[in-house]
């Protein structure tokens, strides 16, 4: 949670160092009138602010804070070593990241740096520092932002040494790291860590040790961590109650977010969807940000206000898009509304992207027109739902081990490529998200005794400990679904020894022989059988696990091939409870209708009924009990609150029972 937040943080990231003071001054008067109460900067200033080693000019944004101060608006301060300066790579060329093609890069991208670099972080402390004890008292610093969407890889002689001390505190001994990481397979025994390589593109091909993926991909995260840490420490002692987070990005498959966002006060991240994109996978998103720190609320520290420059097509914002994005994202538990960016800068990749303030430099547009309402909004809510927590029963493991060995480390290993970890389980959570039926994205660490149902698809990777946790949670009384790929490996991507599913093997009941790959095109029959489902059909597919039943029950047979007539879906009671093992990948008609009926047998059910597409999300805090109601449809429809009685704070209305919502709405409900 943010500190000491007494509402809604709404604005964004603002770059004045590209304005002069009349048209910083005029947006101060645009900001005030779109309501916008935070800005975020400077993200890209360090070359303004350091003109040259040790040599600080801060007294242009000194004035600035000023301003803010004198217009109520808060800061959410940005240490501004996303982006070195050019004399700081030319001077100190070991900043600069090697990439995997093992090519040096020269200075002029941003995210640019090596995280691992000693220069770097001594220069990016520094002026951390500055900032910090320059602005430790400034009553208007709410927020800390460190950097921005950290995620460069390298591979220079400076990560390659890291990596092996890394290794040596792992694995303690080589004897030890040959045994784990199995390298009596194709000679790959090691004498000394100094053997060990990085893994680079020449590296990178199905022939290098998948392992070595897997560790770098972790080593990378504790390195960005460290590099974090490097100034979220400086700050921590300046400013104690000061809340301190990094922006993630979208692409969040590069770093572990559950170990990264455990160094952070709250999950912050930038919400970028696709045109059109499906609104479930932008609440799968959003809910993975709450997952990260137990279900904790998170920020929503960039979202476009219109289009994105960098997308093939970057389309508009259709009218009402981003208020319901906005809401979208505060539903699923974001404090914040942050827009990138506040104005359009007028060069650069980014002179096209979508800004409150647009280049025609007035209020008069559609997109400030749409911005300035939802700020109206948002002063009338408050702060009615920070800080609240969404309850649900249901939870969907995310691990970014699996996600990784799967997707990255494994490629050509697995007998089907076509793998996106991202996309599989996302599936799942559409099952529940379509009859809002709320869902946690739980950490492998987390804690699984909360919930009545979790589901563990795709989870490969077994970590010490977890199979013991998965089967106390089943024991207890628990519903456990699993899938295809789930069980096989230890923490080291090495095969589980003995029958098929490995870890998961006495708890699901199971021996699965062996698995057949289909082709994108290919598909195979789910026959229903047992009861369950009984008498219906689904199609499969991605992968055909061939299972022998050891004590579970038959749920479905596959209906073609060679293994037609063979089970694919199976039930095993185990201690109170019940482990579902999905041999195949199903329909969506079929995980609608397993998502209904697991939900129906635990008595887990929507906070109300509603017409399709109408997402109803809850947030409770200590004060409030708020019901989001999105109505995604292009027409009016209808929910049912039943003897309920709410205010909508956007309106003031009084409702209650049968409720009808207009096309593309929002209703904000407090529980009376
Ligand atoms: C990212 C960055 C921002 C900006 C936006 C543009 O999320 O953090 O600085 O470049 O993309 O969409
Ligand atoms: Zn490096």
């Known amino acids: 949670m943010i500190k000491n937040a007494d509402r809604i943080y709404y604005g964004g990231d603002y770059n ?42 801060f007294e242009w944004l000194d004035r600035l804070m000023d301003k803010f101060l004198e217009n109520d608006i808060k800061v959410c301060l940005a240490t501004p070593t996303t982006a070195q300066p050019a004399w700081l790579s030319k001077k100190y060329p070991q900043v600069l990241p090697v990439d995997k093609q093992g090519r040096k890069r020269t200075h002029g991208m941003r995210v640019f740096f090596c995280v691992n670099s000693p220069k770097y972080r001594e220069r990016a402390a520094a002026i951390a520092e500055q900032m910090a004890k320059r602005y430790q008292n400034y009553p208007n610093l709410v927020l800390w932002h460190v950097a921005n969407e950290y995620g460069t890889y390298c591979y220079c002689p400076t990560c390659q040494e890291k990596f092996r001390q890394w290794l040596k505190a792992r694995y303690g001994t080589v004897e030890n790291l040959n045994r784990q990481w199995h390298t009596c397979f194709w000679g790959r025994t090691v004498y000394d860590f100094d053997e060990i390589m990085l893994p680079t593109e020449l590296n990178d091909d199905y022939r290098f040790n ?28 300046y400013t104690p109650n000061v809340t301190i987070q990094t922006n993630i990005s979208g692409h969040i498959e590069k770093l572990d977010q559950f170990k990264m966002t455990r160094h952070m006060d709250i999950a912050a991240w930038d919400n970028y969807p696709a045109p059109g994109a499906d609104p479930s996978f932008v609440a799968f998103k959003h809910d993975l940000m709450r997952g990260l720190k137990n279900g904790e609320s998170f920020m929503m520290q960039e979202q476009s206000p219109n289009q994105q420059n960098w997308q093939p097509f970057s389309k508009l914002k259709r009218p009402g898009e981003v208020r319901m994005l906005s809401y979208q994202a505060m539903a699923h538990g974001s ?26 430099g007035h209020e008069n547009t559609r997109t400030f027109r749409e911005c300035a309402q939802l700020g109206m909004e948002l002063q009338k809510i408050g702060d009615a739902f920070l800080g609240g927590r969404t309850p649900a029963d249901t939870a969907i493991l995310f691990d970014w081990d699996s996600w990784w060995a799967l997707e990255y480390a494994s490629k050509r290993c697995l007998p089907n490529d076509d793998f996106n970890y991202l996309k599989k389980v996302s599936r799942f959570y559409k099952a529940h998200y379509d009859r809002n039926l709320p869902v946690d994205l739980l950490s492998v660490e987390g804690d699984f005794t909360r919930y009545k149902v979790i589901y563990a698809p795709y989870l490969y990777i077994m970590k010490p400990g977890l199979p013991e946790k998965l089967k106390d949670f089943v024991e207890a009384g628990g519903t456990l679904v699993t899938t295809t790929l789930s069980g096989l490996a230890d923490e080291n991507s090495k095969a589980v020894f003995g029958e098929y599913p490995g870890a998961l093997r006495e708890i699901s ?23 369950f489902l009984k008498g219906a059909e689904y199609s499969c597919m991605y992968q055909c696990d061939i299972i022998h039943p050891r004590g579970a029950k038959v749920l479905a047979n596959y209906g073609d091939d060679f293994y037609k007539g063979t089970p694919c879906f199976t039930v095993n009671d185990y201690g109170a409870g019940k482990v579902y093992y999905l041999g195949t990948e199903p329909d969506s008609a079929f995980l609608d209708d397993l998502a209904a009926a697991l939900a129906a047998d635990a008595g887990v059910r929507p906070p109300y009924r509603a017409d399709a597409h109408v997402e109803l999300a809850r947030r409770i805090n200590d004060r409030n009990d708020i019901l989001f109601v999105l109505n995604h449809n292009k027409q009016e429809a209808s929910l049912d609150l039943e003897t309920d009685r709410f205010t909508d704070l956007i309106t003031g209305k009084q409702v209650t029972g049968v409720t009808t919502i207009s096309p593309n709405d929002v209703m904000v409900l407090k529980k009376l």
């Open 16 to 57: 004045p160092d590209q304005w002069d003071e009349a048209t910083i001054d005029e947006d101060m008067r645009l900001f005030r009138k779109a309501g916008i109460n935070l800005v975020t900067l400077p993200v890209f200033s360090w070359a303004k602010l350091e003109p040259s080693e040790g040599v600080y000019d």
């Open 210 to 237: 998948p392992t070595v993926n897997l560790d770098y991909m972790r080593f990378m995260t504790d390195s960005t961590i460290e590099c974090f840490e490097n100034e979220a420490r400086v700050l921590r002692k």
């Open 335 to 360: 404090d914040t509304c942050l827009f990138f960016q506040l104005r359009q800068s007028i060069a650069g990749q980014e002179m096209y992207h979508g800004a409150v303030i647009s280049h025609a």
């Open 509 to 531: 009941g199971i021996w699965v022989e062996e698995s057949d790959p289909l082709t994108k095109e290919e598909r195979n029959r789910m026959v229903m059988e047992g009861g």
